[in-house]
């Protein structure tokens, strides 16, 4: 999950695993929720969003599901590659266009 | 379409000296974000502009700080004068403002170094 401080959350995974990476949100009242992949020396990138209308939500190769109970959200990323290596923000937005973004977490994928 | 763009893509700058950042969103968005991003604070909102107005500056973090967008294809970051904890990354995003598209697109970004 994230976490204040100097050192990022790290996941570390072996090439072809299942990786699930985590965010807790703060606001009950977000109802819109994005994903986004930041590669060393580029922006962030779209992956994947979801509305709190919904559970779940499928991309190619990711998954996300969003547990308004728990103010969790959660980015599920199948047979994991070299590539998928960067870090990884959750974002949540509440009836406008800005958005909050989590600390990130970094996904290292071995080949 | 190539995207949001930013220039330059790295600046080194003593302390003192004016910075300015440059941003061209994509053609057709109308709203435009600055952001900056250090590993102390992750991702910060500085300004965002909607149809090149400037709707909501409270992460500016101080009067060295400005924000300019003249028109839709054109906005710049200022500092003036630049501290070295000024350093960071800062991008510039943009959104198409259509309803059900709130996805932004983030430019490269513009790696500033003040010595």
């Known amino acids: 999950g994230e976490s204040v401080g100097l050192h990022l959350p790290t996941l570390s995974v072996q090439e072809g695993d299942n990786s699930i990476i985590n965010c807790a949100y703060s606001n009950s009242a977000s109802d819109y929720f994005i994903w986004y992949k930041q590669e060393s020396g580029k922006g962030p990138q779209f992956i994947i969003d979801i509305r709190s209308n919904m559970d779940k939500r499928q991309g190619q190769r990711v998954t996300v599901l969003l547990n308004k109970t728990v103010k969790h959200l959660s980015l599920q990323i199948a047979a994991t590659q070299p590539g998928d290596s960067a870090v990884y923000f959750c974002a949540e937005m509440r009836g406008s266009y800005i958005p909050t973004f989590g600390r990130g977490t970094s996904l290292i994928v071995h080949p | ?115």
Request: contains cysteine; aromatic residues 10%; negative net charge.
């Open chain 2, 1 to 115: 379409d190539a995207g949001v763009i930013q220039s330059p893509r790295h600046e080194v700058t003593e302390m003192g000296q004016e910075v300015t950042l440059r941003c061209k969103p994509i053609s057709g968005h109308n709203s435009l974000f600055w952001y900056r991003q250090t590993m102390m604070r992750g991702l910060e909102l500085l300004i965002y502009f909607n149809n090149n107005v400037p709707i909501d500056d409270s992460g500016m973090p101080e009067d060295r700080f400005s924000a300019k967008m003249p028109n839709a294809s054109f906005s710049t970051l200022k500092i003036q004068p630049s501290e070295p904890r000024d350093s960071a990354v800062y991008f510039c995003a943009s959104i198409p403002g259509l309803a059900g598209d709130e996805t932004q697109y983030f430019g490269p970004g513009t790696r500033l170094l003040v010595l």
